[in-house]
């Protein structure tokens, strides 16, 4: 390697000894990547970049989305969209074998599709799922295995935080990527239902019948529900359909959210005020890991490590899908002690060079594949939330539910782990499966 790629890998080095000691990854990927930047470049070099990359930054108009997202997220929350989901799911299929932890799947699917974050959907569906799950008799593991899984919906149904992250860090296009999302979270909820069918068919007891809801019921869910699809339809089908821009789609659905927000709950300037604090403070932190990654990024770029790294991968001969499932495999123990953003951050710089290195090999374009890519890292991420020891998802239902053991909720997920495992290898197999809407159609 040259004397630049050494001091490349040794600032990763350097990167992953300051998060292992709870340095925060936006700061931390700021400081070695000025510092990088001073040793390769020079004090006035790294400088200029930070001058360059601050501003630069901060006036991207991707930005735009993110506290617009994070926002509609929390006025859906607010206004109980989640509970109006999990009832209207409730009232089709309350009545199978397992049936509640199944709408609390595909209500977990409409809910992160308007809140974004899979801890606030595992967070919310622990108040509002976890309770009348328990009344109706369902074993605390299939239980809260459901919800903790269910919650990582969050980060893959559009509109996602962790794609517009992504999108801003390889200027991979937002649109592209909700779109290739769309099919990988159907097929998440589909193989949540499989797994729950084949743990209820094994036990009975842990998913037992509830009543049978006549129609009456079924469609006051579907009009309490309505809101929430209304809003789905107006932020993707916009974006696909070409209506507006991903920053224009955001205001629309923030905007949504408010409505409904105030339409249920009046003006609450208690709850509005939290809200908006809350957005301020969650886009804070999302713009400094931004700048941090625009640092880190750069100083990877200088130093070469990117590039020697896929040179040195593609120079063993492995086959393109031996080096992708090597890369899941890298992920999945990265998961067990890393957070979903620090998981992104750390690895895209490296690894996303290498992947468009072998497009060809896999039947894509390097634009396919950025994308394909942006798919692939959030799903292992997803799974990265429910792994042991870490699984913040795990965790967050822990916090909410005192009396179950983690070793129970580990349990739980465990099928839902190996539905995740089987779908990654789907599209690792057919990459089809998430480029065919966004180029294909």
Wanted: with cysteine; charged share 10%; aromatic share 10%.
């Amino acid at each position: 390697m040259t004397d630049q790629a050494w001091i490349g890998l040794y600032g990763f080095a350097v990167l992953l000894a300051l998060v292992g000691v709870s340095i925060p990854i936006g700061l931390a990927m700021g400081i070695v990547g000025f510092g990088g930047l001073w040793l390769l470049i020079g004090p006035s070099g790294a400088l200029n970049a930070l001058g360059i990359i601050g501003p630069g930054d901060l006036v991207n108009a991707n930005l735009s989305v993110v506290p617009l997202f994070v926002l509609m997220g929390l006025f859906a929350g607010q206004a109980g969209l989640s509970g109006e989901l999990f009832r209207a799911a409730n009232a089709f299929v309350g009545h199978i074998r397992g049936g509640l932890t199944m709408a609390n799947i595909a209500a977990s699917a409409g809910f992160g599709a308007i809140c974004g974050s899979s801890l606030a959907t595992a967070a919310t569906m622990s108040k509002v799922a976890l309770p009348e799950m328990r009344r109706h008799g369902y074993k605390d593991a299939l239980a809260t295995g459901s919800i903790a899984a269910g919650g990582t919906l969050g980060i893959l149904i559009p509109p996602s935080i962790m794609l517009v992250l992504y999108s801003i860090i390889t200027e991979t296009p937002l649109g592209d990527l909700f779109m290739a999302a769309l099919v990988p979270g159907a097929m998440a909820v589909l193989f949540y239902m499989v797994a729950i069918a084949v743990v209820t068919g094994l036990d009975p007891d842990a998913g037992p019948r509830a009543e049978r809801a006549n129609w009456t019921a079924r469609l006051h869910g579907l009009r309490d529900a309505g809101g929430v699809a209304l809003l789905f339809v107006a932020v993707i089908g916009g974006i696909y359909g070409g209506v507006f821009t991903p920053t224009e789609a955001a205001a629309v659905g923030a905007s949504g959210t408010l409505v409904y927000f105030l339409l249920r709950r009046g003006f609450d300037w208690a709850n509005l005020k939290g809200a908006l604090l809350e957005t301020a403070g969650t886009t804070a932190m999302i713009f400094l890991i931004v700048i941090g990654a625009g640092l880190f990024s750069m100083f990877m770029s200088f130093s070469g490590l990117p590039r020697v790294f896929a040179a040195s991968i593609l120079d063993l001969g492995f086959s393109p899908l031996m080096i992708a499932f090597a890369i899941m495999l890298l992920y999945l123990v990265l998961g067990c002690f890393m957070d979903s953003i620090g998981m992104m951050i750390l690895t895209v710089p490296v690894l996303l060079p290498l992947i468009q290195g072998l497009a060809p090999d896999l039947g894509m374009t390097t634009a396919e594949a950025a994308v394909w890519f942006g798919i692939f890292a959030i799903i292992v991420i997803e799974i990265g939330l429910l792994t042991p020891p870490f699984g913040l998802n795990v965790f967050i239902i822990k916090g909410a539910v005192r009396d179950v053991s983690l070793g129970t909720i580990y349990r739980g997920v465990v099928p839902f782990w190996i539905a995740d495992i089987l779908r990654l290898t789907l599209l690792i197999l057919f990459p089809a499966l998430c480029l065919y809407i966004p180029f294909m159609l």
